[in-house]
Structures are given as structure tokens and as C-alpha cells.
């Protein structure tokens, strides 16, 4: 169990060079006030801290469970495996919960709350996390690929919100691909989104049957959608067949691979601000996180804004709740490491106008 403060200011690193504007006789010249010209370039600023620094954590499902906000992250390990567009660098063994009172306030890691090796059906990769509470019980669901390399989506449970957690002994059936949302809508029924293209292989799935084929789609061919699926009342199997969502663009139309500043890619998100479904999502190769609004957990949605710019790092990933009437977004970069598999996550204030729209954040603190 790991205990550690949350600083929520503004950071200012990397004045690497600013030093080396005195040459050594301790003039300045015309080279020197280059250098300082490239050290102000490369100062770097954050919004916010990483919640915890003695373990790098990713892809942050956050809840408030009991008044307590619960963190579900993905643990981030270095195990050598190179680098490749299929985030196989993304080679995580096992999960640890965080949480804390309310923003700001001490965070707690609890330590191992499940390990791919107690998941009988999981050969690697335990990838973004999500989690709920119904039946008295906590569930965490979590995507891994099996011994033959495809991802699937699997429950385990606990009595506790922070674990251990017991594994089911197979995924969910009918489940694929990655980064499970589960959301609990006012009437008390469950929905998993999920999904991500490229390396969490949604562009293999059509008509929820699997083709290794399936390449990723060419820029003018329709872009892979999300998908959705009810959850029985016992919260271990689909309720219906999976879905996809229509996300559409502001004149109502589905989006283009080309679209890719818009469209999804992975890590999606649902929650409910006055009575409207907020469908968000990362939108991969070009970094946004963005949202789209619909009139039903099942959509359709249409695009919104951008909810967080560019992270430091190649991935996006995030979760929003509310607390004591305040409404969060948790998300990730790469401030620890500066390394893309190695991240820390990091929480900031969201904020809506009145009519309803997301304030964009800016990572780097600036307006
Ligand atoms: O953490 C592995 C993958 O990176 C997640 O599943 C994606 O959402 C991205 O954050």
C-alpha cells in the first residue's frame, strides 16, 4: 500500500539550457542567446501532477463508490518488447487500484488486485480497465488477448471496491476488442462500450464475427464505429447481441476513415449531464479526446468538441464523475517517464457552459 500527496498547480520542467547561455568566460554572444532561445522552446507545462509516482498507471476509469473516488487504471510495466503500431510495448501483467476521498486529498494504491496469471483464459496484455458496483458486489472488467492472440473482454469480482479480485474463467461471450466503459443508466440497467482500432484489433470485427484479415480502412472507406452491448442483471454476460454506434459528424453524417481528428479510435467513456448521453472517446493518430452528444445510451451521438487537446505521449484516455456537485476528468500522459508505455494518471476540474458544451482543456495549462 502506497500513500502520497496530490499537488494540483502548475509545474514548469525542462529549463535544460537556459545555463548554457553564459559561455564559460561568463559572457553572453550571439550563440548563447540561441541556446536560450531553444531552452524556452522545449520548457514543458502541466496542467496537473501524476496521482501517484512509485508505480506508472494509465487509462484511468474513475468512480465514486461509498463517497470515495475509486481510480481503475491500467499499470504500466517496462518489459522490453519493442515498440509497434499494434502497442504490443503496452505489456501489462497485472492491475492496482487507487483512490482517495475527493480531489486533492491523499492517494491510496492498494496494491495487486489482480494479476493476468489468476485469469485462466488471459495469455497478455491486461489493457484498460473499467469497473461497477451491483448484486452487493464490485466488478471490474478488463480487456486481454487469449492464447491465440485476440482480445476479449473478461469480468472479475470482489466485495471490496480496491480487490483482490476473482476472475471469471472465460471472457465474456460475444465479447472483443478493447477499453470497457460500463455505465449504469437512471433506470438501473448496465451498458458496456467498447472498442479500439489498430492494435485493439475492432477493424477484424464486422457483424460481431472475427476476420484476422481485416486490415485497418483506407482513408474514403466508412470508419470502424464503437460498439455497445446491455449487460444481464448479473453483470457477467451480454444481455443482446453487440452493437454499433452511430457517431456522427455535425451535419449528421457517420465519419470517414480520412475523418481521423474526429472519429474514434478507442477508449471510450459514457456519462449522463442533464438528461443528455455524452459518448466520448480518444481519437487515437491525432491525439483529441473528444465528445458527441445522443438522446439514448445506444446513440446515435453527434460530435461535439474536443474535451482535452493533446496529451505528451502517443495515447489519450480518460473518465469523468462528479463529486460533491464538481465534475472531474482523469486522464494520462507521460510527465514520469516521457516514455508512450510508461504513463502517470493525472485528474483536472471539467467544466460546462450552460449550454451544455465541454470547456476544451489544454494539458499544458495554457489558455
Ligand atoms: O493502455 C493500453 C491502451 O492504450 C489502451 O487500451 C488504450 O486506450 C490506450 O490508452
Known sequence: MHVMNYPLFFTTIAITGILSACNQTG?????AEKDTTAAAVTEKTYLSQPLVTNIYTA?????????????YPSHDTATGIPEDDLGSHFDMQDYHILSMDSVGAK????????????????????????????????????PAK?????????????????????????PIKGSYSIDPCVFRDDDGKYYMYFGGIWGGQLQRWNNN??????????????????????????????????KEIKLLNEKGELYKEKDNSQRFFEAAWMHKYIG??????STGDTHNLCYAIGESPYGPF?????????????????????????????????????????RNVKVTELHYNPDGSIQTIDPAGKQ
Open 27 to 31: 559572457t553572453t554572444n550571439k550563440e
Open 276 to 281: 443528455k448521453y455524452y459518448f466520448s472517446y
Open 302 to 342: 453527434t460530435y461535439k468538441g474536443v474535451i482535452l487537446k493533446p496529451v505528451e505521449g502517443w495515447t489519450s484516455h480518460h473518465s469523468i464523475i462528479e463529486q460533491n456537485g464538481k465534475w472531474y476528468l482523469f486522464y494520462h500522459d507521460v510527465q514520469l517517464s516521457g516514455k508512450t508505455f510508461l
Open 107 to 142: 492517494v491510496t494504491d492498494h496494491g495487486t488486485a489482480l494479476k493476468i496469471t489468476d485469469v485462466p483464459w488471459a495469455s497478455r496484455q491486461l489493457w484498460a480497465p473499467d469497473a461497477a458496483f451491483a448484486n452487493n458486489k464490485y466488478y471490474l472488467y478488463f
Open 146 to 170: 487469449d492464447s491465440k492472440g485476440v482480445f476479449h473482454i473478461g469480468v472479475a469480482t470482489s466485495s471490496k471496491p480496491e480487490g483482490p479480485f476473482t476472475a471469471a474463467k472465460t
Open 59 to 71: 487509462d484511468p476509469s474513475a468512480h465514486v463508490f461509498n463517497g470515495r473516488i475509486y481510480v
Open 209 to 242: 464475427q472475427y476476420d484476422s484479415t481485416k486490415a485497418n480502412r483506407a482513408g474514403d472507406e466508412q470508419a470502424v464505429l464503437p460498439r455497445v452491448a446491455r449487460l444481464t442483471p448479473d453483470m457477467m454476460s451480454f444481455a443482446e447481441p453487440v
